[in-house]
């Protein structure tokens, strides 16, 4: 049973020194590995495994093919400027690989899982010596998993699995006992840049978590320009998390006054403060209706533009 440290309750002081030995004795005289994915959760941890091991820790930005757009520059230099060095490692053409032809939700999860631990992370554990994989899971990773809802990319222990004998190295997950809301606390207290730590939530599986249907290298596309068109024009709206989600369905649309059997993408937008409920943001009509305007102008093929008007439950935030 993990002991829960809400947000309200949390002593960032406290906690920070607590996971920095924490992370020091398991590691001793080691080195470790961490994947940054420049999302929230990740970028704390790695400031965390900076404060504890210093050099011993080498931070990797895996470009799995599945990020946004100019995402692993970006990072990279957010980093820099920290006085944290991170390496990127190009494994896209794995995972595109591993993805083709899988349609169901969690078997997409799962290949991605595979991908990420027993061939990336495991070859750059075997390279960098390094016994341990410093990671940045939270409670809501853990809780939908065991609760049967989503199987959260990196969650093992409370599935039964042992990372030690699965894939041949321990994983060390400071964060575990927070969500979002204590995270951004610890991470504002790390001095990380508000850039890094105010970044609505992105998910594990990234944009493979936004295409309903296959993963494709030209699907990701389309969904990479309307992620970008969404994030641009919904960042001062104060909401929890948005996104853009591509259908596989399609439907006929009128294109230079043609019939189209286009594609059709999904605009979420989310009030929540913990992602364990969310309400769909009452965003303004002409705001809608301009992000319509601007997805169909700028992405091809595109011909009908939707906004999801539910809660969670019984949806959930991302859509795959
Ligand atoms: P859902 O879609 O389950 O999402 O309502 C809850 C929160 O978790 C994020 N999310 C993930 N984060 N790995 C992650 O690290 C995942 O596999 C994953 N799936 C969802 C989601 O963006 C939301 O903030």
Redesign the pocket.
């Known amino acids: 049973m993990i002991k829960e440290i809400k947000a309200g309750e949390l002593n960032t002081e406290k906690f920070i020194h607590e996971k920095v030995e924490m992370i020091r004795s398991a590691v001793g005289d080691g080195t470790a590995i961490n994947a940054l994915s420049g999302?929230v959760?990740s970028s704390v941890v790695t400031m965390l495994g900076h404060r504890a091991l210093g050099d011993k820790l080498k931070t990797y930005f895996i470009q799995n093919g599945l990020m946004r757009e100019s995402e692993p520059d970006r990072v990279r230099e957010l980093f820099r400027k920290l006085e944290v060095p991170v390496e990127i490692i190009d494994a896209s053409k794995e995972f595109l690989y591993a993805l083709r032809g899988i349609k169901d939700p969690e078997e997409k999860?799962e290949a991605?899982t595979q991908t990420f631990y027993k061939d990336v992370f495991r070859r750059l554990v075997r390279e960098s010596r390094a016994k341990h994989l410093l990671q940045?899971?939270?409670l809501?990773?853990v809780d939908?998993t065991v609760a049967g809802?989503?199987?959260?990319?990196?969650v093992f222990e409370q599935l039964g699995i042992d990372p030690q004998k699965e894939f041949g190295y321990r994983i060390i997950e400071p964060l575990i006992q927070l969500r979002?809301d204590g995270v951004r606390k610890v991470g504002s207290a790390l001095g990380l840049p508000p850039e890094l730590f105010d970044r609505?939530?992105?998910?594990?599986?990234a944009l493979a978590?936004r295409i309903i249907g296959e993963v494709t290298e030209e699907r990701l596309e389309t969904v990479r320009r309307a992620t970008t068109i969404v994030e641009n024009k919904l960042k001062d709206t104060g909401a929890?998390?948005y996104?853009a989600i591509l259908h596989e369905d399609r439907v006929t649309g009128m294109v230079d006054g043609r019939r189209e059997f286009g594609q059709q993408i999904e605009i979420r937008c989310?009030d929540?403060l913990d992602?364990?409920t969310?309400t769909p943001t009452q965003l303004p009509f002409e705001m809608l209706t301009g992000l319509a305007a601007e997805i169909i102008r700028q992405i091809p093929g595109v011909v009908s533009v939707t906004y999801n008007i539910t809660s969670?439950p019984p949806?959930?935030?991302?859509?795959?």
């Open positions: 999302g959760d999860r991605i940045g899971t939270i809501t990773d939908e809802v989503k199987r959260q990319h990196n979002k609505i939530p992105f998910p594990g599986p978590a929890f998390q996104m989310w929540s992602a364990r969310a969670k949806s959930t935030i991302e859509a795959v």
